[in-house]
């Protein structure tokens, strides 16, 4: 006998189609402290982080030097280290997280390795 069914519905009866909904369910992950962490983020986050603040930091001395001297480099160095962190945050959150970490969380559900 041929069955009418709706396009882009799954096939099957009600009650197939219930517990497979209930089997697609995520499931539940306990609350587990993840080694590795600086404060609450990834170690490779934080080293990250120190590239980009470091590298600002360093053109922002050299930029400064040369414009304004040894308090231009000063600024510039701290200018430099915000902006890099800033811009390197920016490129980041584009591109997507840069260390996978069990707590974090996929808008488009977990992955598999």
Do not use: K, Y
Request: charged letters at 20%; glycine letters at 16%.
């Amino acid at each position: 006998m041929t069955e009418n069914r709706v396009p882009g519905e799954p096939a099957g009866a009600p009650e197939q189609l219930a517990g497979a909904a209930e089997e697609a369910e995520a499931p539940v992950v306990e609350d587990v402290i993840e080694d590795g962490l600086v404060a609450g983020r990834p170690v490779e986050d934080r080293s990250f982080e120190a590239v980009e603040i470091a590298t600002g930091a360093s053109l922002g001395v050299a930029i400064g030097a040369v414009v304004a001297g040894p308090i231009g480099a000063a600024a510039g160095g701290v200018i430099g280290g915000v902006a890099g962190f800033v811009a390197g945050e920016t490129i980041e959150h584009a591109v997507g997280r840069a260390a996978e970490t069990i707590d974090a969380v996929d808008d488009e559900g977990p992955t598999t390795a």
